[in-house]
């Protein structure tokens, strides 16, 4: 790039597509983060393994995906909204959800919305059987011991469910059945359309089903399938149930959590296992040291599984870990927008003025008010004297803000006595007089419509100007840090200094 310094201001731009092309390469996965659809780049919700129809990736990242994939490169959206979904629910008086997986976010529920978590007990009592973590030294035998364990429940007919993180894995377990000849079903956000299909039938007996996050989530299956007889049922039942296999742990036991109840559903029996390798991400990224130097003492080969509790403890402690990593990026984000919640309820109180107000003429005369105290405190503010004052700047100003302002007429002895007040009088009545000729033009209805309009196009685009200068003011801000300065402090200041500078250019 023939750039010899790339921190420089001056390199800002280069320097941000530069490292928004190497988290293309380097970090987005395709068939984990995106899949590609019709040309298109999709995202995958990785929560719960839904695609993301019309969302795309902010700051240019989704161009440098496309790019990376040979698509078209499509422009970037203009962000017109953004808030945080914290803030988002707090905008209501009441809150209130439920949810079988609340427990392990407590902290955050008290924390941010200063709700109370109260666990209900289960309508009959629970007869799944959670197992031990199963732990493999390489992703290579854990998926071998996988493809083992559901050849041997297909054998006696057991239902099974088969929980992967990603497209990509769920498709590597796909083509080790598929070598061993054993018939499946693959639920993915690539197979969408089928899910309440592939859902309904994955109870029924022999059923084998491969799932990413999408059938952790809502779904009740049924022992026996959705038609099933009550002999095809109990048969399932004596079997010992829907059988879930967890192919690596999730970052957040929430997730897990919903895959484990899949199985055992109004007191039905099943059992549930995670098969986790030390190749797994949440292993290589959290699990430590500990972890590995005791399976390392222990020599295992890698299709020799352990389960101990210990290490299902220690894998635990890692989800902690990254759960309240995640939970400090969440709560950093909303100290964050806690700055702009405040702006953005200032500037929706504005639009919402614009909109529903029945007469807007007090608001511009107002507006008007201010813009031409504004102008002569810079025409006056060099002298106290008239015959000093630049009156022609002033009128060449006001022609610019207004469209239309009539010259002053005034003579010799009309600037010997002439002062702010009667100069201010003097505007003002120039401005109602533009004012009133135009709405006498166009009329009275069309003058409010057409009020209305530009003021909303005024703020809509100011706003969403200012939405970009706050998001590139959070990027750098982090920097302050270096200079003994509280950046979420920074932020608030300037925030709220360029938010004033946003109201004054609406103004104008």
């Not at 919700?45 to 496309?66: K, N, P």
């Not at 959705?226 to 059988?243: A, F, I, S, Y």
């Not at 010259?407 to 401005?431: N, P």
């Amino acid at each position: 790039f023939k750039v010899e310094n790339f921190s420089d201001p001056e390199n800002m731009e280069i320097n941000h597509h530069v490292i928004q092309a190497l988290k293309a390469h380097n970090l987005m996965k395709r068939d984990v983060d995106y899949i590609i659809k019709d040309g298109e780049i999709v995202i995958v919700d990785e929560f719960t393994g839904r695609l993301m129809f019309g969302r795309r990736y902010s700051e240019g990242l989704h161009q440098a995906i496309e790019a990376k994939e040979g698509l078209l490169v499509r422009q970037e959206s203009k962000t017109l909204a953004t808030i945080t979904l914290q803030n988002y629910f707090r905008m209501y008086q009441k809150l209130a959800g439920m949810t079988g997986t609340a427990k392990t976010e407590e902290e955050e529920f008290r924390e941010i919305y200063n709700m109370d978590v109260v666990e209900i007990p289960t309508n009959k009592p629970i007869a799944r059987i959670d197992m031990e973590d199963s732990i493999y030294s390489t992703e290579r035998g854990k998926f071998t011991a996988i493809a083992n364990e559901i050849a041997e429940c297909h054998a006696k007919g057991q239902p099974i469910l088969v929980g992967t993180i990603s497209i990509e894995k769920s498709e590597i377990i796909s083509a080790l059945l598929k070598r061993r000849g054993i018939k499946h079903n693959v639920l993915n956000a690539k197979q969408h359309e089928r899910e309440a299909e592939i859902v309904a039938e994955a109870g029924r007996l022999g059923a084998v089903t491969i799932a990413t996050n999408m059938a952790g989530r809502g779904t009740d299956i049924i022992l026996g399938g959705r038609d099933c007889t009550p002999e095809e049922r109990q048969k399932v039942v004596d079997l010992g149930g829907l059988r879930i296999l967890g192919t690596e742990r999730h970052e957040s036991r929430r997730i897990d959590n919903q895959l484990r109840g899949r199985s055992g559903r109004q007191g039905d029996p099943g059992r549930t296992q995670f098969y986790i390798s030390l190749e797994d991400d949440l292993m290589r990224r959290f699990g430590g040291d500990r972890i590995q130097g005791l399976v390392g003492k222990l020599g295992m080969g890698e299709d020799v599984p352990l389960e101990a509790s210990m290490l299902t403890k220690s894998i635990e402690n890692a989800q902690k870990r990254v759960e309240g990593r995640n939970f400090a990026i969440r709560k950093y984000v909303l100290q964050y927008d806690d700055v702009m919640n405040k702006q953005r309820e200032i500037i929706y109180g504005e639009r919402r003025r614009v909109l529903f107000g029945e007469d807007l003429r007090e608001h511009i005369q107002s507006m008007a008010e201010e813009i031409v105290n504004e102008q002569l405190d810079f025409c006056t503010a060099t002298s106290k004297y008239a015959e000093e004052w630049d009156l022609s700047g002033l009128e060449k100003s006001l022609a610019k803000i207004f469209g239309k302002f009539p010259a002053f007429s005034y003579t010799e002895e009309d600037i010997q006595s002439l002062d702010r007040e009667k100069l201010y009088e003097d505007t003002m009545e120039r401005i109602s007089k533009v004012y009133e000729e135009k709405e006498q033009e166009i009329g009275a209805e069309r003058m409010r419509d057409l009020e209305r309009m530009i003021l909303l196009r005024v703020v809509d685009n100011k706003w969403m100007d200012h939405i970009d200068a706050m998001d590139q003011l959070r990027h750098g801000i982090g920097l302050r840090a270096l200079g003994q300065q509280d950046p979420a402090s920074a932020y608030a200041n300037e925030g709220f200094e360029m938010f004033d500078l946003m109201i004054k250019s609406i103004k104008d």
